[in-house]
């Protein structure tokens, strides 16, 4: 320990008059350290201590917003907030150490969610624990500037909301009201079914949850849809509502995520017919959350179709495909899109079988799940493998990254902005 009075606090519980004498020399102490950060503050320009602090983890930010008036009002600016999301992760990779990652551990498909962090100089797994979410037994979709998008889909109930786990702050969507005004009065067999994406809007400076919603005829167990078309429901973080916003011209089935989607503007669904109780995807279906537009994008061209596991990851920064052909799951390829060609990436073949739920972790490394639910590393440089070794429970339905900032979903719109431009000068001082 240090050499401060803190050394003496058994001895203060014991005598009143010692404890008296020591509160008010710890007190002192502590305001003599204050006034040394006020002092050191006073000798650094402005735009240093902007600089500093921006590359600084969340939890040091929020104490450091005691230290003076002014490195208050600096971290709590707009201006601070989105230049942290820059320089934080770019000039740090602790960040990507962490991985978040969802556990069906029953057979209803109950989920838990775990940590795990990751020693990224020998790829093993250090630690894995669960960690509790808001809303129980919940898929999650992110993060985006450190933001989840949380849905727990209940047949009576859907709950959808937004958390920020590095502020502790959790916001609960209002309900939707603004359902399709042209679906059939009589839909007592119809199950709504909804697949979601969660990004910023740079044209607006909003966060939006983008929900298509389709229906499944529940008389038809070969059913994955109904002729009713595909509707479009948006929310807006800025103004805490739902929005219609019409419906998609042809009906599909679509897969739910199981990796963040969102690039540069635009969340992606792999959109499927169902034949024979089979799956056949057929096409990427994409809503670009700025343009106010939909589009269907055809898949690569394959010499057999993709199955069950085949997903969509962002790879390279692009949308990317990984597909497994029918049986052999052992092969898997990766495909990205640039908006007018696909091109593929990456193909292996592997001693163990695949089993989907890929993520890139870091810029050459991809994590996957072999048939055992055991989560691998590739590093797509070298084509090693790496094996995370952890006690587990249950089969891996998700895998995301674990972000942290500053931007706040309860006072965003009020007062919060991530693109506000910097103030010529503080007001506050210290």
């Known amino acids: 320990m240090a050499l401060s009075l803190e050394q003496y606090r058994d001895i203060r519980k014991e005598n009143p008059t010692i404890k008296n004498i020591l509160t008010k020399r710890i ?3 502590r305001k003599k350290a204050l006034g040394f950060s006020i002092n050191i503050c006073n000798q650094i320009p402005e735009h240093l ?8 983890p969340v939890k040091a930010l929020l104490q450091f917003k005691s230290v003076c008036k002014l490195w208050y009002d600096i971290i709590k ?3 601070f907030i989105s230049r942290h999301l820059r320089n934080y992760y770019d000039n740090n990779n602790n960040w990507r150490d962490c991985l978040i990652v969802q556990y069906a551990i029953t057979q209803a498909g109950e989920l838990n969610v775990y940590e795990l962090l990751i020693d990224d100089t020998k790829n093993r797994a250090l630690s894995y624990q669960a960690i509790e979410t808001p809303v129980y037994n919940t898929y999650m979709c992110g993060p985006c500037d450190g933001i989840y998008y949380l849905n727990c889909f209940s047949v009576n109930r859907p709950t959808r909301s937004l958390w920020n786990p590095s502020l502790d702050e959790f916001k609960a969507l209002p309900d939707i009201t603004c359902w399709n005004p042209n679906l059939p009065s009589d839909s007592t067999n119809m199950m709504c079914v909804e697949s979601y994406g969660f990004g910023y809007d740079y044209k607006t400076d909003d966060y939006t949850v983008i929900l298509i919603v389709y229906y499944i005829d ?4 070969n059913s994955e849809y109904t002729n009713n078309p595909l509707s479009i429901l948006i929310y807006s973080l800025r103004t805490n509502s739902w929005r219609y916003w019409g419906d998609m011209v042809n009906s599909y089935g679509l897969e739910w995520s199981k990796s963040y989607d969102f690039v540069n503007g635009c969340y992606y669904w792999l959109a499927y017919r169902k034949l024979n109780y089979v799956k056949n995807y057929e096409m990427i279906v994409s809503f670009d959350i700025s343009g106010d537009t939909y589009e269907e994008i055809r898949l690569p061209e394959f010499e057999s179709r993709p199955v069950l596991g085949s997903q969509l990851i962002v790879y390279q ?3 990317a495909f990984v597909s497994l052909p029918p049986n052999d ?4 390829s990766i495909w990205t899109w640039n908006n007018v060609v696909w091109t593929q990436k990456l193909k ?8 989907g739920a890929f993520n890139q972790w870091r810029d050459n490394m991809l994590v996957f799940r072999e048939a055992r639910s055991k989560l691998v590393l590739l590093d797509t440089n070298t084509k090693e493998l790496f094996v995370l070794d952890y006690p587990r429970a249950g089969a891996c339905r998700n895998i995301c990254a674990y972000k942290e900032s500053l931007v706040s979903i309860n006072d965003f719109g009020k007062e919060i902005s991530v693109r506000e431009e910097k103030p010529d000068k503080f007001p506050s001082i210290c």
Do not use: A, P
């Open 317 to 319: 920064d692009s949308i």
């Open 77 to 79: 600016s707009s201006y």
């Open 27 to 29: 007190e002192s102490q």
């Open 49 to 56: 201590i902007i600089e500093i602090l921006s590359r600084l």
């Open 218 to 221: 529940t008389r038809d167990d």
């Open 348 to 355: 292996m073949k592997l001693d163990f079988e695949v089993w």
């Open 329 to 332: 799951r052992t092969n898997f």
